[in-house]
């Protein structure tokens, strides 16, 4: 149990189009998940909260006009890059918690992530 | 504000040896601490937690970590390392933020090389 899944894995895109990124939680209801961005040097950086039904809450400094989060049902949320340009190449990774769970204190689950290469 | 520092950008350890992979934290009340590891263009998989109660937590493929609560760390460590534990370590703690909701904040990650 407890399977993110997050698509595409790879995506390779043309400079200034946009790009979706999906994360579902496949066996549990989440109504809170977690876009993070990596970089070359490893460390993760939260970019967002995504709530199901409401907006997204952005961390300081990510542009929300930019990588526009949508939580439209307890199981999905997807991350778009807009206009996405070199330096957005990253590898994106969403996690998400279990709505039962959570007040429980247990961990977020990961999805395997996504590998974006702008061109 | 909370924290997580992971003070090694690497480990090397020889197969067979003891390993151990350092994190301190700062967090405002009780923390709760996790310990994932990555394996390359993958995404995180959860290793152990400390919630309350033991301070030494098991957890999955004969890791375990040490919470020191006067220290404020939370150090993995496995009895004899495997190639095959090769990998990025993360630690992370989870706490409050202003808003009241509990948010993760990540350490850097610790490479681990296990030498055969």
């Known amino acids: 149990g407890a399977v993110v899944s997050q698509h595409p894995s790879r995506v390779i895109c043309k400079s200034g189009t946009s790009v979706k990124i999906e994360c579902r939680s496949l066996d549990f209801q989440a109504t809170t998940m977690f876009w993070y961005r990596q970089f070359p040097k490893k460390s993760l950086m939260l970019m967002a909260t995504?709530?199901?039904?409401?907006?997204?809450?952005?961390e300081q400094g990510v542009e929300k006009d930019k990588f526009l989060i949508n939580h439209a049902s307890l199981t999905l949320s997807t991350l778009t890059v807009t206009s996405a340009h070199p330096e957005d190449s990253s590898f994106y990774i969403c996690?998400?918690?279990?709505?039962?769970?959570?007040?429980?204190?247990?961990?977020?689950?990961f999805g395997q992530g996504t590998r974006l290469t702008v061109v | 504000a909370q924290s997580v520092a992971q003070p090694e950008d690497q480990v090397n350890v020889a197969e067979g040896n003891p390993l151990t992979v350092k994190c301190t934290y700062s967090?405002?009340?009780?923390?709760?601490l996790f310990w994932y590891v990555q394996y390359p263009n993958r995404g995180l998989q959860f290793l152990l937690k400390y919630i309350t109660g033991d301070n030494l937590v098991k957890g999955s493929y004969g890791f375990e970590a040490e919470f020191n609560k006067s220290q404020t760390s939370f150090h993995l460590k496995k009895p004899s390392a495997l190639v095959s534990d090769s990998a990025l370590y993360f630690c992370?703690?989870?706490?409050?933020?202003?808003?009241?909701?509990?948010?993760?904040?990540f350490g850097t990650g610790t490479k681990l090389q296990v030498i055969p």
């Open positions: 995504s709530n199901e039904g409401s907006k997204a809450t952005y």
């Open positions: 996690s998400a918690r279990d709505n039962l769970l959570w007040r429980e204190n247990t961990e977020a689950f």
């Open positions: 967090v405002s009340g009780n923390p709760y």
């Open positions: 992370a703690v989870r706490g409050m933020n202003s808003g009241g909701y509990q948010k993760v904040t």
